[in-house]
């Protein structure tokens, strides 16, 4: 008897039978959009306020790389957010070249005013798919939130700003566990008809598996155009590229990142950071994936966010460096 080849298969009984190839990586981009987050959400996160001068010298080393869509602040109550009360001295002195989208994150009308007037481009605007967890970052039910993002949303389209929308908790929320992958969809949902031009998933606490993606996308994709989605992976438990992976498979083209993994949550106990920016560099360009990034200036950005924070930072390409790629 001949060797049975990979797609063969025998049962307890001995009965031959044939296996079903998986076939993976078909559906693959050429290209993805990448959303720098670390100057905002890394640095919100961090235990000693980043002095402006440093905070200035990571967006620059950002734009250096190539990154073209850059998150730099949050127009929140310096009660809130200590580490982000520089947020308007910050958008007065920060380089903006052209072709590089700045953005903030604006809780309602007066951060918009105070995004107005810094002259950006972009703002966005962010609650939970958990209700307890909506309660502990904005002390609002998901009800009230959406409900007051109405004045904000129409506020920046009056003034020819673009609005995008995070949900987060998605896979999973520290307080409640699981959340109904439907709450998701109907928030995402009101975003879009209220003017977000898109909404980034976020998995707050890097809970997901590349099992529970798919079926959290496949419930999403079905009512939403793939472009108006994206995925905000935390990598706390190593998963965040394996997610990614599941992503783009399915059709997502948009990615936020934060380099050397910088971040968490303040309302989220536990959770690490973003997945590192050099690390989803890596992998996209290992695989013939374009970013429009410059992965060795990448890799320098990540170093120089560890001398600004002043501790190691969880990314690993930054530290372990730079091999030939192949696709």
């Known amino acids: 008897m001949g060797v049975p080849s990979f ?9 031959r039978r044939t296996l079903c190839r998986v076939s993976l990586f078909e559906q693959l981009p050429d290209r993805v959009s990448l959303y720098e987050v670390s100057p ?19 967006v620059d080393a950002l734009v250096a790389a190539g990154l073209r869509r850059i998150e730099i602040t949050s127009f929140v109550s310096p009660k809130w957010i200590p580490q982000l009360a520089d947020a308007d001295d910050l958008c007065k002195h920060v380089f903006r070249p052209r072709g590089v989208a700045l953005s903030a994150l604006c809780p309602n009308v007066h951060g918009l005013e105070r995004a107005k007037a810094a002259h950006l481009e972009e703002i966005a605007v962010f609650l939970s798919a958990s209700e307890t967890h909506n309660r502990k970052n904005v002390n609002k039910t998901v009800d009230n939130t959406l409900s007051a993002f109405a004045d904000t949303i129409s506020g920046a389209h009056d003034a020819g700003i673009r609005v995008r929308g995070y949900v ?21 949902q009101r975003l879009l008809a209220m003017g977000c031009y898109q909404v980034s998933l976020g998995d707050t606490i890097g809970a997901g598996t590349p099992l529970q993606t798919k079926r959290i996308l496949t419930l999403l994709l079905a009512e939403i155009p793939t472009e108006k989605l994206a995925l905000h992976m935390h990598d706390t438990r190593g998963t965040a590229l394996a997610n990614i992976l599941v992503g783009l498979e399915m059709g997502i083209r948009d990615l936020d990142a934060s380099i050397a993994g910088l971040g968490g949550c303040p309302y989220a106990p536990g959770a690490a950071g973003n997945v590192a920016t050099e690390d989803l560099v890596y992998m996209l360009h290992g695989m013939g994936i374009e970013t429009g990034v410059d992965l060795e200036r990448l890799v320098e950005a990540g170093r120089a966010a560890e001398v600004i924070v002043g501790r190691p930072l969880p990314g690993k390409v930054h530290n372990s460096g730079l091999r030939s790629l192949r696709a």
């Open 40 to 58: 905002r959400d890394g640095l919100q996160n961090e235990r000693l306020t980043v002095p402006l001068r440093e905070k200035l010298r990571l």
């Open 168 to 188: 987060s908790t998605v896979w999973g929320c520290p307080y409640e566990g699981d959340v109904d992958p439907r709450k998701t969809l109907t928030i995402a």
């Open 7 to 15: 797609r063969d298969g025998l049962t307890r009984h001995g009965v």
